[in-house]
């Protein structure tokens, strides 16, 4: 009778410990399983949200460096968060031009897995549209809005380079400086980065760059302004033109948003904004495990 109930024992030890070890393999294989999916999820949310921060003109400023956002669900029982960081200077907002690391954080099951790309600085841009943007051949090009003005080229500071181009003479605030496109080259709808150096002559008012649009009587423009300064200061705004009529006359120009006094412009540019987000840097993917 002893010996029977040693042997049930020893069989049901067995029996328990092999229960127990298919028990722990299969845990083992759903830990796998949760990491596995949890890393494809990180990287897929990498480019779905690229493409969230390609719709946001001012994804810069409406992220705080090296924040997480909220969680949002992506399956039963996974979450995602993510986060972007300036690596340079801690500040995202300072310099559009400074490269950001965009990191999505997963958690799935038991699992918790990290992927991030590095993002470069600046936006995606169409080609230039303006001519003789530095300034360089002087006034070629160029114009003013209404004839009481004048506008000169000088060789005395520039911001860059030789030359820069004076607006004097005014005798409204509407007297701006201008470039002239071809009919059509503004499309309605489309959102175009309009930037150039500025400074004043005598006091400070708003700066304001604008594209103008018209088809006889009717007018459309969009426009942006900022603080001038009798010191060169650079202005960019990104503007999107709504219209119901196809242009027949169509320019970018500079003006103050007050006043009459004499102004002075470099470097001017109009660049179609294709993509907010900037582009993904080649060979800066990273995979990591969750966050010490």
Do not use: C
């Not at 990180?42 to 956002?69: C, K, M, P, Y």
């Not at 669900?73 to 400074?98: H, M, P, Q, T, W």
């Not at 003789?132 to 160029?142: I, L, R």
Request: proline share 2%; hydrophobic share 35%; net charge negative.
């Amino acid at each position: 009778m002893v010996l029977v109930l040693a042997v049930t024992l020893i069989v049901g030890l067995i029996g328990l410990s092999g229960m127990y070890a298919v028990r722990l393999q299969h845990t083992d294989i759903q830990v796998r399983e949760d990491a596995v999916q949890a890393q494809q999820f990180a990287d897929s949310l990498l480019e779905v949200i690229h493409t969230r921060l390609g719709q946001d003109s001012f994804w810069r400023t409406n992220h705080t460096h090296d924040v997480w956002t909220s969680d949002e669900a992506i399956a039963v029982g996974g979450v995602f968060r993510y986060k972007l960081s300036d690596e340079g200077d801690g500040d995202l907002a300072d310099d559009e031009n400074d490269s950001a690391r965009l990191t999505v954080r997963v958690a799935y099951g038991d699992a918790v897995r990290l992927a991030s790309i590095e993002i470069g600085g600046g936006a995606t841009l169409g080609p230039e549209m303006v001519t003789n943007g530095d300034m360089e051949a002087g006034t070629s090009g160029y114009g003013i809005s209404v004839i009481f003005g004048d506008l000169d080229a000088r060789t005395d500071n520039p911001h860059s380079g030789t030359t820069s181009l004076e607006l004097d003479s005014r005798t409204s605030q509407l007297v701006a400086m201008k470039q002239d496109f071809a009919d059509g080259a503004i499309k309605s709808g489309k959102t175009y980065r309009v930037s150039a150096w500025a400074r004043l002559e005598s006091s400070v008012v708003d700066v304001k760059l604008g594209l103008f649009n018209s088809r006889g009587l009717s007018i459309d423009y969009e426009e942006d302004r900022a603080t001038g300064s009798l010191d060169w200061t650079y202005y960019q705004f990104d503007l999107t033109p709504s219209y119901s009529f196809e242009p027949t006359l169509t320019y970018v120009y500079g003006v103050t948003a007050t006043g009459n006094q004499d102004m002075h412009f470099d470097e001017l540019s109009v660049r179609e904004v294709l993509s907010a987000a900037p582009p993904i840097v080649r060979g800066s993917y990273r995979r990591e495990l969750d966050e010490p």
